[in-house]
């Protein structure tokens, strides 16, 4: 699977504590394998966020992305649920 970050991924990416960026590497590497995996809490998003999905860090954080195609994501966002409001 392809998956590319945007830049604001990227800068939000920076912004999260070295512990929660490990946990992130962890969680993509189950996504990479299988994006449903149970753990990862994957969930198509509604409202101005619709056509989105997400799927956990940990109980705090998310990582908002959108499927291009069967074999493509693009990350578009991460942080804490205020990553919903933006």
């Known amino acids: 699977m392809n998956i590319y970050y945007s830049p604001k991924f990227a800068k939000e990416y920076k ?3 070295s512990q929660t960026k490990k946990l992130a590497e962890k969680r993509e590497k ?6 449903f995996h149970p753990s990862l809490k994957t969930h ?9 999905w997400s799927f956990s ?3 705090k954080n998310r990582i908002v992305f959108e499927f291009v195609d069967a074999n493509t994501v693009h990350f578009h966002s991460v942080g804490t649920h205020q990553i919903y409001k933006q």
């Open 57 to 59: 860090i940990n109980y």
């Open 15 to 17: 912004r999260l504590s």
């Open 30 to 35: 189950i996504f990479r394998i299988n994006p």
């Open 44 to 52: 198509k998003l509604t409202g101005h966020l619709e056509g989105f």
